[in-house]
């Protein structure tokens, strides 16, 4: 079984429909009405994909399943009370359910990642509201993450509800406590399960830390309560995983679920946090597919006063990640503490919030604090900012406070896009006392910590047969966990420092094209000069922003990757080289993605002929 990690951004989407040139050597055929409802690529090399099929409504699920089980069609999931369900089949047998006239279409059951994790309470100003008892008393953040530790003193009994909506199949195990698909009531999202662990690693920290910064004792709302909703699964899949064993993903079916439970519940909710992110976008997304699926459920929780407020990604790029993409999202950027754009954040006009997101303290698992950094953890801010101005206001509408607090924040003014961006920084504390609109800091143009320009230079290294190489590890979220502070019996207390956070993984800025050959070079063992862990980094964002990798190819180790960009053999693996190299050029710092899309779309066609991508292969080589 194979599933794209991540999702295209929306300026991919539109491209896909309308860029790809017309090849009058390319005799496809026109796609049959069925075949019109399967998303490009769909199992296409020739595996099990998990997918969700919409229905023309909720009342086909058991016709339709009937359907698909007499087709040999695994129905992973029914919600029943939803128009659609989730499947496992091949390519062929996608295409016979998608006959079925009470199918409108079929797509990947898209999976979304935490966004990477590396005084900040002071400089938003939430010290100020809490000397004025604004804590967020009487409101509830919701943290759709993964999972919490229950018990942490940081929440202080503080715990309002849980639930899990966590996928499973083959190799994709549930982290509901239950080891089902759902779970709802206490315990359902406890982050300490046996499921949680691998190698003596909590993989579940990451929730925890952010409802810590939401709305921990020693966070923006100290008062308010938390709903703790899990919606990511454990995928054990290495080439998933970018060579760990296991990793954490959430799937789309598990966040539309668990964004429906939550306009279900009846306590007052100032925002859903969601510090996770799938593929990049330059715009808004709102008419492309994904964008589509998501609109509806945010617009549904903002009409009940509920404000969705979702991380803008890690990647140093000029927009968002899905779904911060979507307009009637909250989409948060991160700063330092010294007022700049965060080094790694995404920025632009999409961004409609910067908060602290370098060295933030929060709780972790087992009781302990870790410092973390990225966008994951500026979210939070603004999520348990909308509690304070809630529980300060509660009748005031939702856009309302949201607007207050983006006249009332401190403005960031950069270029992004060839154009001129403001973008207010979080401050609480001004928001709540009305102060007037503060001056600009303007933000002078920040290099990302990618590597060092290289030419890539040296001789071409021979493919080693046995050269299935373990990467370094790419940088993660996890630093040293820090015991609380300990207090003896004089109330004498001692903390332990903290550690330094760890690196953000995000694109290179050197700029500079390389051919596949130089490629190859960096990415074979100790032959080039770029770092294995920023290699590695590379091919996680090009997972990302890319339909073809690691899927088709499955180039998610720099062994894999070195035999792509060496892979001549066929029609197929030159193209596969030449957008391997390209994608790697746009990771180390070069723009530009609208080629690479186009030929995308003909390795993804099942039907290309070898002229089709010959010529595809032809375009893409340009470009570099």
């Keep these: 079984m194979r599933f794209r990690p991540l999702i295209v951004s929306s300026i991919v989407l539109a491209l896909l429909s309308a860029s790809v040139p017309a090849f009058a050597d390319d005799p496809t055929p026109t796609p049959t009405p069925s075949q019109s409802k399967l998303e490009e690529g769909l199992a296409l090399d020739g595996d099990t994909t998990r997918a969700i099929v919409e229905l023309t409504d909720a009342a086909q699920h058991e016709p339709v399943a009937g359907a698909a089980a007499a087709q040999s069609v695994d129905v992973l999931l029914q919600?029943?009370?939803?128009?659609?369900?989730?499947?496992?089949?091949?390519?062929?047998?996608?295409?016979?359910?998608?006959?079925?006239?009470?199918?409108?279409?079929?797509?990947?059951?898209?999976?979304?990642?935490?966004?990477?994790?590396?005084?900040?309470?002071?400089?938003?100003?939430?010290?100020?509201?809490h000397e004025k008892n604004f804590t967020g008393a009487g409101q509830n953040v919701v943290i759709l993450d993964t999972g919490?530790?229950?018990?942490?003193?940081?929440?202080?009994?503080?715990?309002?509800?849980?639930?899990?909506?966590?996928?499973?199949?083959?190799?994709?195990?549930?982290?509901?406590?239950?080891?089902?698909?759902?779970?709802?009531?206490?315990?359902?999202?406890?982050?300490?399960?046996?499921?949680?662990?691998?190698g003596g690693v909590n993989l579940c920290e990451h929730g925890t830390h952010v409802a810590g910064i939401a709305a921990g004792s020693g966070g923006v709302a100290p008062g308010a309560g938390i709903i703790a909703v899990q919606v990511f699964s454990r995928v054990n899949?290495?080439?998933?995983?970018?060579?760990?064993?296991?990793?954490?993903?959430?799937?789309?079916?598990?966040?539309?679920?668990?964004?429906?439970?939550?306009?279900?519940?009846?306590?007052?909710?100032?925002?859903?946090?969601?510090?996770?992110?799938?593929?990049?976008?330059?715009?808004?997304?709102?008419?492309?597919?994904?964008?589509?699926?998501?609109?509806?459920?945010?617009?549904?929780?903002?009409?009940?006063?509920?404000?969705?407020?979702?991380?803008?990604?890690?990647?140093?790029?000029?927009?968002?990640?899905?779904?911060?993409?979507?307009?009637?999202?909250?989409?948060?950027?991160?700063?330092?503490?010294?007022?700049?754009?965060?080094?790694?954040?995404?920025?632009?006009?999409?961004?409609?919030?910067?908060?602290?997101?370098?060295?933030?303290?929060?709780?972790?698992?087992?009781?302990?604090?870790?410092?973390h950094s990225g966008t994951s953890m500026a979210t939070p801010h603004v999520a348990g900012a909308l509690a304070l101005m809630k529980a300060a206001s509660p009748q005031t509408p939702i856009a309302d406070l949201i607007n207050t607090l983006k006249t009332t924040g401190r403005p960031y003014q950069y270029e992004a896009n060839g154009a001129q961006v403001?973008?207010?920084?979080?401050?609480?504390?001004?928001?709540?006392?009305g102060t007037a609109t503060q001056p600009p800091i303007s933000q002078a143009p920040t290099a990302g910590p990618g590597p060092d320009p290289t030419d890539g230079s040296g001789p071409t290294p021979q493919p080693d047969p046995t050269d299935e190489r373990d990467p370094a590890p790419v940088p993660t979220s996890s630093a040293t966990p820090v015991p609380l502070p300990t207090v003896t019996v004089t109330v004498?207390?001692?903390?332990?420092?903290?550690?330094?956070?760890?690196?953000?993984?995000?694109?290179?800025?050197?700029?500079?094209?390389m051919t596949a050959g130089k490629w190859a070079v960096e990415i074979h063992r100790s032959s080039g000069t770029i770092p294995d862990n920023t290699l590695n980094c590379y091919l996680k964002l090009i997972g990302k922003a890319s339909k073809v990798f690691p899927e088709l190819?499955?180039?998610?180790?720099?062994?894999?990757?070195?035999?792509?960009?060496?892979?001549?053999?066929?029609?197929?693996?030159?193209?596969?080289?030449?957008?391997?190299?390209?994608?790697?050029?746009?990771?180390?710092?070069?723009?530009?993605?609208?080629?690479l899309t186009a030929a995308e779309k003909v390795r993804l066609s099942g039907s290309a002929s070898k002229a089709a991508l010959k010529k595809a292969t032809k375009n893409v080589l340009r470009s570099l």
């Design 79 to 129: 919600p029943q009370s939803q128009p659609f369900m989730v499947v496992e089949g091949t390519a062929e047998e996608l295409a016979r359910l998608a006959e079925d006239p009470r199918v409108t279409s079929i797509h990947r059951d898209r999976t979304y990642a935490p966004a990477e994790v590396g005084s900040n309470i002071t400089q938003i100003g939430a010290d100020k509201a």
């Design 148 to 198: 919490i530790d229950r018990d942490h003193p940081y929440f202080a009994g503080r715990l309002a509800g849980e639930a899990c909506f966590s996928a499973v199949e083959s190799g994709v195990e549930s982290l509901c406590p239950n080891g089902q698909p759902q779970q709802t009531g206490e315990g359902a999202a406890d982050a300490t399960t046996a499921k949680c662990l691998s």
């Design 237 to 371: 899949d290495e080439d998933i995983c970018m060579g760990e064993s296991s990793c954490l993903l959430a799937f789309e079916s598990s966040l539309r679920l668990a964004m429906d439970y939550v306009t279900t519940l009846t306590q007052p909710i100032a925002a859903v946090n969601l510090s996770l992110g799938g593929a990049l976008s330059e715009t808004d997304c709102d008419a492309t597919e994904e964008g589509a699926v998501f609109k509806p459920k945010i617009d549904a929780l903002l009409a009940k006063g509920i404000a969705t407020v979702v991380a803008a990604g890690n990647e140093f790029f000029e927009g968002a990640s899905y779904p911060a993409c979507v307009s009637s999202a909250v989409a948060v950027g991160a700063n330092d503490g010294a007022d700049a754009i965060a080094d790694f954040s995404n920025r632009g006009s999409l961004v409609d919030f910067f908060a602290p997101g370098v060295d933030i303290q929060s709780s972790v698992p087992d009781n302990q604090m870790a410092v």
């Design 422 to 433: 403001t973008t207010p920084r979080l401050d609480v504390g001004a928001a709540l006392a």
């Design 492 to 513: 004498t207390v001692t903390p332990t420092p903290a550690p330094s956070a760890a690196a953000v993984c995000t694109r290179g800025t050197a700029g500079a094209r």
């Design 553 to 595: 190819t499955k180039a998610s180790s720099l062994g894999k990757a070195y035999r792509v960009l060496k892979g001549t053999k066929t029609t197929r693996d030159k193209l596969d080289g030449a957008l391997l190299t390209a994608w790697l050029n746009w990771a180390h710092g070069t723009n530009g993605t609208t080629v």
